[in-house]
């Protein structure tokens, strides 16, 4: 096999693995083993495989390597060696994963129009709306998000926002076999920072904005802003697209070096820029401008939000060479992006909604639209889910108590840390607003229905914080729960 063909079985050596990784590699026995595939996750590890043993937060990948000889693994990469396999030790197995499993995979993605989309809020839709346009257009697409993966031959739920490494260039190799032309992907910090895309090369990276989130893992915005900058570089992008809107989007298009637009909602400052932005029940329209070009955008997605992940997508086709024409009817075509103001409408007299909302940023922008939606009340379902940076707590309830007229402060997945103090910031922040009645009811599904009890004609209730979330985290337990069939329920039987 060479390393720029595709096929559906790998058929590699370890001696082979070896001189790619630039280790010494003894065999335990003289029979060598044939390694047909790699992978990160001791339990879906299958005979054949190479198992990358990663370290982890709390575990090491180290400790289930008798799992993986069980499930036919015959040799491991990872930091240290192991007795029960043939090891091949390198210095960070992370950062070798994503290039040795793109060069056993044969460099998919330099055989696909890779979309990348990267930013504190907006990556889901924009990558929704990338996919939207390149299949209006006539390609084959791909699509690679926190909610789902799909592409010609299926759909199937996403774990994390972008995938490990190994199960990333397996899944680009299947998308090649299946003629994809492009893809849209969700690139997260977190994958930047754990080398999850090493090995992954973009036609276009696009950035949507930056704002406060995820520091309990980058513990700074200077640390946060320079992991997503390391996605536009010569090595990983040929061309990009930058949100200027907000202070790094700008401090980003000043040092990038790689072909780009700008994009703006504010003005003509951008390269692609909108005027004329209408948001209303139905939708939101603009009118996109580039250059001397220029057409009326009518979306079916709802919110001024929208219309800046708009137009990083329409510029990133742009860039990427897609028929514009066919792309936007594509665009405005989309109905809808799961579990972003995605609407529950049983006929009930008020709006219902339930979005992914979950950092201050984002309700600054998504809660004054909800209110121009209605003189009547907002009443808003909230937490925070535990295990994160516990600066955005109080903000969290604050903004949505300054914002709404009754807040009802629940459980979002406290994971390990304490529940009860996890909602007392958030009702904390919501009462020091001085606006909105603020209510605690720890269980979710309760919450829900008391919002729903209390809705009058011609009011809103947001149900936010989670959006496509199938399942809640108790102390490392996940129990099943999806805010979209738990506000449906209270909506129905309120009936």
Known sequence: MTSNSIDAQLNWSLAAISGFLGVDYEPFRADTPVVTG???????????????????????????????????????????????????????????????????????????????????????????????GLRAAGKRAGLVSGVCVRGPKGSQRARRTTPEASELQTTLA??????????????????????????????????TNLSRDHLDFHHTMAEYFETKATLFTDERCAAAVIGIDDAYGRTLAARVTVPHLTVSSCGGAADVFASAIDTGR???????????????????????????????????????????ATALDGIEELDAVPGRLERVD???????????????????????YLRSLTAGRLIVVVGATGGRDSG????????????????????????????????????????????????????????????????????????????????????????????RDALGRAVSERA
């Not at 939101?284 to 992940?309: K, P």
């Open 38 to 132: 790699i992978c990160q996750d001791s339990r879906q590890v299958r005979p054949g495989d190479v198992y990358a043993a990663l370290p982890g937060v709390e575990h090491h990948g180290g400790e289930f390597v008798a799992e993986a000889a069980a499930r036919g693994a015959v040799a491991v990469v990872s930091d240290h060696p192991t007795e029960i396999l043939p090891t091949l030790v390198v210095e960070n197995p992370r950062k070798a994963l994503g290039p040795l499993a793109a060069w056993m995979h044969g460099q998919p993605s330099s055989m696909l129009d890779m979309y990348g989309v990267t930013g504190t809020n907006g990556k889901t839709s924009t990558a929704f709306m990338v996919e939207a």
């Open 174 to 207: 299947a998308f090649v076999r299946d003629q994809v032309d492009g893809v849209a992907m969700e690139v997260s910090s977190h994958g930047l920072a754990q080398h999850r895309i090493d090995g992954t090369y973009f036609r276009v990276a696009a950035f």
């Open 282 to 324: 139905t939708g939101t329209a603009f009118t996109v401008h580039h250059e001397e070009w220029s057409r009326r955008i009518r979306l079916r997605l709802l919110g001024s939000h929208q219309v800046d992940n708009a137009l990083t997508a329409i510029a990133s086709l742009r860039l990427g060479g897609v028929d514009m």
């Open 346 to 368: 049983l006929g009930q007299n008020y709006l219902a909604f339930v979005d992914y909302v979950h950092n201050p940023s984002a309700q600054s922008r998504l809660f004054p």
């Open 392 to 483: 955005k707590r109080k903000p969290l309830g604050h903004i949505a108590g300054a914002f709404a007229d009754v807040v009802i402060v629940t459980d979002e997945g406290p994971f390990h840390d304490d529940a009860a103090g996890l909602r007392n910031d958030v009702a904390l922040g919501s009462r020091e607003a001085k606006h909105a009645e603020t209510v605690i009811i720890p269980d979710r599904s309760e919450a829900i229905a008391v919002a729903v009890s209390r809705a009058r004609s011609g009011d809103i209730v947001l149900v936010a914080g989670r959006g496509h979330d199938h399942t809640m985290n108790y102390g490392g337990v996940e129990i099943p729960f999806d805010d």
